[in-house]
Every structure is written in structure tokens, then in C-alpha cells.
């Protein structure tokens, strides 16, 4: 039985005992609700869930462990003498799953029956060209040990998804009976609901922390993996960068890293006074009627995908620049100092550009949140707009404002799509800002894209960086998030 | 009576520093204050009592044009200080607040040290020549206000690491350091223990002997204890004004006595 199938008939039978649960209850009162310890409604929720979530449950669990456990025991049935020079042991087995689903197809199509498949064997027949007539092509011609273990596969995996349909179908009643037969008007239907409730709420929280976790451990194995092949002292301590598929690639991160850090702090040397001045006439200068457009138009710049922003980068203000800084006598300064489009500058002002809105958003709350009465003491004392700003209302609001620019420098680290448009793919330590440099995030997009074997340092590298750029930004986050935390319980 | 012992104390004739005439101020739609007319003498302490939402504390805010940074609000009428009118177009508000001070009701020093709270106002001004001259105008200020012994020590510790009744004392030090004509205090012991409420009302006692001081406070028992004069407000309306011991033992206007003795307010 389909999966789609099974799942709609677990739905079906819990629809059915929220009502029966629901009427049930209402006969336990004597029809009357107020004879009941909680709402109708509540005991038919109650059957509802107890006959879903665990057969769910178990469907859930049973799908993602059942092909690893069938894969285990069909790899061990073959021999390593047929797995060929050059392959391995999880290329054959994806030659396996093929034959396998093939053979699958092969049956529900009408080519062939169920117990022609189960006879099937290499010495009679021409497996490559049966599969390939119903539209599986094969890169292979199937060895004998390869059909047995996909005849195997399939066997076990009918047995197992047989068997789990029954044990979700039982668990599904079972529950379903459970519940309906404890339906009765003193019992505490709501409580146990709430209880349900709180355990989605509890995964569903405890699903975001684990995917964090999972996220981690994926990159930390893989860049274990990668110092396996490749030094690490190259890797952290290394002056280049250029990777190649010959096997002596130069793969050091500080290239990548300088690159990065120095468009950050374009970036950042871009956004936070521009930033920081809006926040500063939008809080404490703009009238009301100012404030309601002109926050939204700047809120507006934060919801441009960074794509857009890359394209801005490469189309208006790169030419832009080597119009200001190249092209000889026909440039505006009349000099020769930049030659493409992409550069550091580039990308480190789009970049800034993108970030206005970040700087400007998260200080315009951090002025807000300084405490009125610094302002009137201030004023009172006859001081300025300005003078208070500068004096009073900077300072308190300075830790608040670093942690913005944090915030925003982690953001500006992780940054990928307009450096990648922007900034070019040369790796070099260079002061010139006209000269175009590549970033970390860069890196890893090209080193993954296109034709890749995850097996060689030049693809696992990006791994590593990955982890490094990972570790990075989140010290920057921590770090900001502690003092921003540290300045709000100030004014509490 | 204390209080007409105080009334007793008070100097005959005395300068007007502050002379306000029809003033009427408006919150949007709302007419807070309705046709106000007060003198305030020099070197007196003017109390403003009334219940909540009388228009008391938007009067006092009015003698510095501290309404001004609130939008919707309206002043209306005539204030004169020194027979100078305060709204006129060539005051700049800034160089009247640094005449008129003002304490709040809730302590605010600034998140900076002691030290630095206290020369806010001098450093905004230039009211010192040198780094020792700003050390002594801090330090006077300090001993004006009555802490100067319990902050001697520690001038560069933060203003706000004080206790509420030592924060309020920084903050009224704070306003004296500018040198000030006139201080308007905006009910100025509402978030103090009663210890400390009465050390800044023998501090505002001391300081009419240099200032014109004008309180705004909720407690009749200390607008007696430390006013020579008192305006009592209703609904936005200056109902009595006259001297403190007169107001307290023989008011003229029914509201006056209602409210004095608790039956309205």
C-alpha cells in the first residue's frame, strides 16, 4: 500500500474519533455540557490525537530507517572482488537501488510479473536492455551478485513496508479505541489536550536546536575529512590560494579571509554612519508624519533579495566606478587605477548599502529605548538637540550601538551573492581597494558548484571554510547579542 | 504653625522674577491650562498644589518652554521673566533653560560618572576657564545640594550607582552647577523615602536663599513645610494664589478649603 494512502486512512480514522469521541462524551453527560468536565469539543481532540501522533510518529521514524537498515544488509552481499577499480562500495549499491526500483517499475508497468522478477537471473536474460525498453537505462550491464542483491532489496523492502503498514494501521486503532473508551464526563480531557499541545510546542522548538546541532556535526565531519587529506597548517597558516584538480592545491583560508574582512569593512564603513545618521534624524529629529514614510522606504531596502543588490553591483555601480577610477583620459579623474567592474570597493558599497536598514532599524530601537527622562534632564539644562544627542543620548545608547554594528558585521561576513557578483574571484592579500579580491563565501560556492568529487581536499575545503565562516559570525553574534543584552537590563 | 512661622520668615517686598498673564495651553484639542495669572517673587519658594491632572506640572513646564519639544502642546498668553517675554521670537528656548533649571520627579542622572553629571551644564555653557575652576564649581554644587560628603570620594563612580534619594540630591546639584535664576521642581521627592524627602526640602529651603524656587507637589504637608507662597490649581484653573500660611488656615475659595482638607482631589 501506497504511503499516501496509509497516511490519509490514519487522517480518516482520526476524524472519525474526534466525532465519536465528542459524542461520547455528550452521551457520558446526559447531553448536558455543563455535566462535563471540559469542553465537547476537547474529548474528540483528545481521540483525534491519541489515534494520530504515535502512528504518525511511527510512520515518520519507520520511513527514514527502514531504507538505512535494508541498505546495511544488501551491502553485505556483495563481495568486495565485483566492486571495480577506481568504484566503491556506495557506487554499486546505487547500481543495486536502480536494478531494484527497475525491476519495480518493470512489474507496475505490465512488462513483467512479480514471480518472473523473483527468477530472474543473468544467465537467461539481458537485464540491461529489459529495464532500458521500459525507460531505466543502466550504466552497466548487471552482474549476477548485483541482480541477487536487488532482488534482496526488493523483497525486504516489500516485507518491511507490509509490515509497517500494519503496525501503523494498529497503532492508529489502538490508540483510537484507547482513548474513545476512556471518554467519559469526569475525565480530564483538556488537561491531557493542553499536555499535547505543549509536547508540539516542545518539538517543534527542540527540532530548530537539533537541525542547528545536525548542521554542525555535518560540516565538522566533513572538515574532518578534509584535514584527513590536506595539512592543517596550510589551511590556517598558508599565504595562497589555488586550488586545482592535480592533487597540490594551495588551499589557505587567510587569501579568503583578508578578502572578506575587507569588504566587511567597506561595508561597514558604508552603513554604519549612513545607518547610524538616519536612525539618529528619524528618532530624535523627524516629525511624525516624516517618520511614518520614510521608515518604511528604508525598511524597503532591507527586503531586496541580495541577488538584485549583486546585480546592482555589476551593471550600475561597478561601471560607475571605472568610470570615477579607470579608463585613462576618458575616465573622470583621468587615471588608470581600476580596470573591471568588480573590485572591493564595489561590492563593500553595495554590500554597505544593503546594511543601512540593518544599522538603521536596530539603532533607531536601541535610541528609542533610552529613557525620555535623559532627554528632559538634558534639555533642561539647557542643552541642545544636538549636544544631547552627542552627549547624553549617544553614550547611553553606545553599547546598544555596537552591538548593531556586530550584528551587522556578521552579516556582512556571511554575505554571499553580492560578492560573488561584485567582488571578483582572485585570491590575494592587496590594500588596493580598485584591485577585485575574493571572499570565503565565494569560495565555497565555486568549489561546490559545477562537476565536483567529494572525496578530493579541493571540494572538502569548502567544508572547512564553512565551519571557520560558521564559527566566525557566531562569536560576532554571541558577542553582540551579550552586549546588547548587558545594556538592556540598564534601563529596566 | 510651621507654616506661619515660615509666612513669619518671608522677606516683605520682594523683586517679581516670573509674571505670567492669560496663559492658556492646549494638548491637541485638550485646553490643559485656562487663563493663568502668577507672579513669581525672587528668592521665594513657590509651591504648586492641586490634585492629578490639574495642570500644575504643564504650568511649571511652560516657565522654560519645556513644552516645546512635545508637539501637539500650545502655549497661549504672556510670560515675562525679568519683564522679558520668554516666547518672544528672540529667545532661544536653549539660553532660557540654562536660566531656568529644572529637577524631575523621577532622578535622572546621566550614565556617566559623578563627576561628569554634575559638570553637564558647565561644559555645555563655558562657565569655567580651567579644569581647576570646573572642580571647584562642581564641588560647590555638590556641597549646595548636601552630598558632596557622600560623593567625595568617589566623583568618578556612575551617577545612576547612587540611591534614589542620592540621585535626586546629584540631579538638583546637577541643575545648580548651571547657575541658574529660577529652579522648577517637578515634584521632586515623589520617588523618595521619606529620610531623603526631607533632606531635599531643608536643601530647597537653603537654596531660596539664591534662587527663585518653584515646586510642584502632590504633598500639602510639605508645600507648607517648605513654600513661603502657593497656587492652588483645579481642572487647568489657577483657583487660589497667595501666601502659604494664608492658603492652609484661611483660603478664600471653597475649592480651596475642599481640597485642603481632603474632600476633593
Not at chain 1, 559545477?450 to 572538502?460: H, I, K, N, V, Y
Not at chain 2, 485656562?34 to 507672579?39: F, G, I, P
Not at chain 2, 528656548?93 to 523621577?106: C, E, I, S, T
Not at chain 2, 517648605?226 to 494664608?246: D, I
Amino acid at each position: 500500500m501506497p504511503v499516501l494512502w496509509l497516511f490519509l486512512i490514519i487522517v480518516a480514522l482520526s476524524a472519525f474519533g474526534f466525532i465519536a469521541g465528542r459524542a461520547r462524551a455528550y452521551q457520558s453527560a446526559g447531553g448536558d455540557v455543563r455535566n462535563l468536565h471540559s469542553l465537547p469539543g476537547y474529548y474528540g481532540y483528545n481521540v483525534a490525537l491519541t489515534a494520530l501522533v504515535p502512528a504518525l510518529a511511527v510512520l515518520a521514524v519507520w520511513l527514514l530507517a527502514q531504507p538505512m537498515l535494508i541498505e546495511n544488509s544488501v551491502s553485505k552481499m556483495i563481495p568486495d572482488e565485483i566492486i571495480a577499480e577506481g568504484s566503491n562500495r556506495s557506487l554499486v549499491m546505487s547500481d543495486v537501488r536502480r536494478v531494484a526500483n527497475g525491476l519495480d517499475l518493470a512489474v507496475s508497468s505490465g512488462a513483467m510479473t512479480n514471480d518472473e522478477v523473483n527468477a530472474l537471473s543473468t544467465d537467461t536474460s539481458d537485464i540491461r536492455a529489459t529495464l532500458g525498453s521500459i525507460g531505466v537505462a543502466l550504466g552497466s550491464d548487471v552482474s549476477p551478485e548485483v541482480l541477487a542483491a536487488a532482488q534482496s532489496y526488493r523483497s525486504k523492502s516489500y516485507t518491511g513496508t507490509l509490515v509497517m503498514t500494519v503496525v501503523v494501521l494498529l497503532l492508529a486503532i489502538g490508540g483510537l479505541a484507547l482513548a474513545y473508551t476512556r471518554t467519559h464526563k469526569d475525565f480530564r480531557a483538556r488537561n491531557v489536550v493542553e499536555r499535547g499541545v505543549l509536547g508540539l510546542l516542545i518539538i517543534a522548538a527542540s527540532l530548530a536546536i537539533l537541525t542547528t546541532i545536525g548542521i554542525v556535526l555535518s560540516m565538522l565531519f566533513e572538515t574532518m575529512n578534509f584535514f584527513r587529506l590536506h595539512p592543517w597548517t596550510d589551511f590556517f597558516f598558508g599565504g595562497t590560494w589555488s586550488p586545482n584538480f592535480r592533487g597540490d592545491s594551495d588551499l589557505s583560508i587567510l587569501p579568503l579571509l583578508w578578502g572578506t574582512l575587507y569588504i566587511s569593512f567597506i561595508a561597514l564603513l558604508v552603513a554604519v554612519p549612513i545607518g547610524l545618521f538616519a536612525a539618529i534624524y528619524l528618532s530624535e529629529y523627524a516629525s511624525n508624519a516624516v517618520r511614518s514614510i520614510a521608515k518604511p522606504l528604508l525598511e524597503i531596502l532591507a527586503g531586496i533579495p541580495t541577488i538584485v543588490y549583486g546585480l546592482f553591483a555589476l551593471l550600475t555601480v561597478g561601471p560607475m566606478l571605472v568610470n570615477v577610477f579607470g579608463r585613462g583620459d576618458q575616465g573622470l579623474l583621468g587615471v588608470e587605477w581600476m580596470s573591471g567592474a568588480t573590485s572591493v570597493l564595489t561590492a563593500g558599497v553595495v554590500m554597505g548599502i544593503m546594511l543601512i536598514p540593518f544599522v538603521s532599524s536596530l539603532s533607531d530601537d536601541i535610541i528609542n529605548s533610552v529613557p525620555q527622562a535623559m532627554r528632559d534632564g538634558s534639555l533642561g539644562l539647557g542643552a541642545t538637540k544636538s549636544e544631547t544627542v552627542r552627549q547624553v543620548i549617544m553614550p547611553a545608547a553606545l553599547p546598544g550601538i555596537v552591538g548593531a554594528i556586530l550584528l551587522a558585521a556578521s552579516r556582512a561576513i556571511g554575505e554571499t551573492m553580492i560578492v560573488v557578483m561584485g567582488a571578483g574571484a582572485i585570491a590575494k592579500f592587496s590594500l588596493n581597494p580598485l584591485e577585485s579580491m575574493t571572499t570565503i563565501t565565494t569560495r565555497i560556492v565555486s568549489q561546490l558548484t559545477g562537476d565536483t568529487d567529494f572525496a578530493s581536499p579541493e571540494t572538502l575545503v569548502a567544508f572547512a571554510l564553512g565551519l571557520t565562516l560558521f564559527v566566525l559570525t557566531l562569536g560576532l553574534n554571541i558577542l553582540a547579542l551579550y552586549i546588547v543584552r548587558k545594556y538592556r537590563e540598564q534601563y529596566e | 504653625m510651621n507654616q506661619m512661622t515660615s509666612v513669619e520668615k518671608n522677606v516683605n517686598t520682594q523683586d517679581i522674577k516670573i509674571s505670567a498673564s492669560g496663559v492658556q495651553v492646549y494638548y491637541g484639542d485638550t485646553h490643559a491650562i485656562k487663563d493663568v495669572d502668577v507672579e513669581i517673587e525672587d528668592k521665594t519658594v513657590t509651591a504648586f498644589i492641586g490634585p492629578s491632572g490639574c495642570g500644575k506640572s504643564t504650568f511649571l513646564r511652560c516657565l522654560n518652554r519645556m513644552n516645546d519639544t512635545i508637539d501637539v502642546c500650545r502655549v497661549e498668553g504672556t510670560i515675562l521673566l525679568d519683564n522679558e517675554d520668554i516666547y518672544d521670537r528672540k529667545v532661544d528656548p536653549v539660553q532660557l533653560r540654562a536660566k531656568v533649571g529644572m529637577v524631575f520627579q523621577k532622578p535622572n542622572p546621566f550614565p556617566k560618572s559623578i563627576y561628569d553629571n554634575v559638570a553637564y551644564g558647565p561644559r555645555i555653557h563655558g562657565l569655567f576657564k580651567n579644569k581647576a575652576d570646573l572642580d571647584n564649581i562642581v564641588e560647590s554644587a555638590l556641597r549646595r545640594a548636601a552630598i558632596w560628603n557622600e560623593v567625595k570620594d568617589r566623583l568618578n563612580a556612575p551617577g545612576t550607582g547612587l540611591s534614589g534619594g542620592q540621585q535626586q540630591r546629584l540631579c538638583i546639584a546637577r541643575a545648580v552647577a548651571t547657575e541658574p535664576e529660577v529652579l522648577l521642581m517637578d515634584e521632586p521627592c515623589s520617588a523618595l523615602d521619606p529620610i531623603a524627602t526631607a533632606q531635599v526640602e531643608e536643601l530647597i529651603d537653603e537654596l531660596r536663599t539664591n534662587y527663585s524656587v518653584v515646586i510642584v507637589t502632590h504633598s500639602m504637608q510639605q508645600a507648607a513645610r517648605v513654600s513661603q507662597k502657593t497656587a492652588f490649581f483645579h481642572l487647568g484653573n489657577l483657583v487660589e494664589f497667595g501666601e502659604t500660611g494664608q492658603i492652609f488656615t484661611n483660603p478664600e475659595d471653597p475649592r480651596t478649603e475642599s481640597y485642603i482638607t481632603g474632600r476633593i482631589g
